[in-house]
């Protein structure tokens, strides 16, 4: 799909991968919706993008969900791209994780974008038409210690991912998952916990930039193809 004048809905879209999204997105003629918690932000970066609503979102909240379609359809008529981006991060060894944030990471990572994924999808069906990409992590190539917690959040949402694809064949309707690897973003300063461990591990690790993300997801967005990776060929990825 092309985004030239398409309505682009991104969640977490307030700083990182989501910012960056938005920004190529409206270089690419795309109307955009902002989607985050953090409204200030959103509020700016629609002030300088133009042709963009900010929405206050919570996305684990059903009603704040559904609110955030209904700003989208109120705005734009329309929705052609959800991009599923909006995720934390939680760094502890399987029998260190609180159950808590464990639940958390959960409600954030996975249900969340299932529950945005419902909600776009009515519109989507009446138009026969549309594109969703979620936004999983390169750390489910391995099964690095005290990234279980994470890595299972991230893994179940692939699946998801691939079984939506498959049950929405021939509607015109298309599931896409992305995979980044280190990314240079607020990620790690807003890990739930363990964030001391997660820097440690990363520390000399070569990140990319946000906008190579970006660029990554408006090629998965056009291509329509069921997933796409940015994980180096010696971690077991494409690059």
């Known amino acids: 799909m092309d985004v030239k004048n398409k309505v682009v809905m991104i969640t977490g879209a307030s700083s990182g991968i989501g910012a960056a999204t938005a920004r190529a997105a409206s270089r690419a003629g795309a109307r955009l919706v902002l989607a985050a918690r953090r409204e200030e932000r959103i509020a700016d970066l629609a002030d300088e993008l133009g042709r963009s609503v900010a929405v206050r979102c919570d996305v684990t909240d059903q009603a704040e969900v559904g609110s955030l379609v209904d700003a989208a359809l ?17 760094q502890a060894g399987i029998e260190q994780i609180s159950l808590d944030d464990f639940r958390a990471v959960l409600e954030l990572n996975l ?39 994470y890595v299972a959040s991230k893994i179940a949402l692939e699946r998801l991912s691939a079984i939506a694809r498959n049950e929405l064949d021939g509607t015109g309707i298309v599931v896409s ?53 940015l994980v180096p060929a010696a971690y077991g990825g494409t690059r």
Do not use: C, Y
């Open 74 to 90: 109120g705005a734009f008529g329309r929705i052609d791209v959800l991009v599923n981006n909006a995720g934390q991060g939680l």
């Open 177 to 229: 998952t992305i995979i980044p690897f280190a990314t240079s973003t607020e990620f790690l300063s807003s890990i739930r916990a363990g964030r001391a461990d997660a820097e440690a591990m990363t520390a000399g690790a070569a990140f990319d930039s946000p906008e190579q993300v970006a660029e990554a997801i408006l090629r998965l967005i056009e291509s329509g193809e069921p997933r796409a990776d």
């Open 111 to 149: 249900v969340a974008p299932l529950a945005v994924m419902q909600a776009v999808l009515p519109a989507m069906r009446r138009q026969r038409a549309g594109s969703i990409v979620n936004v999983s992590s390169g750390t489910t190539f391995a099964d690095v210690p005290g990234t279980g917690g």
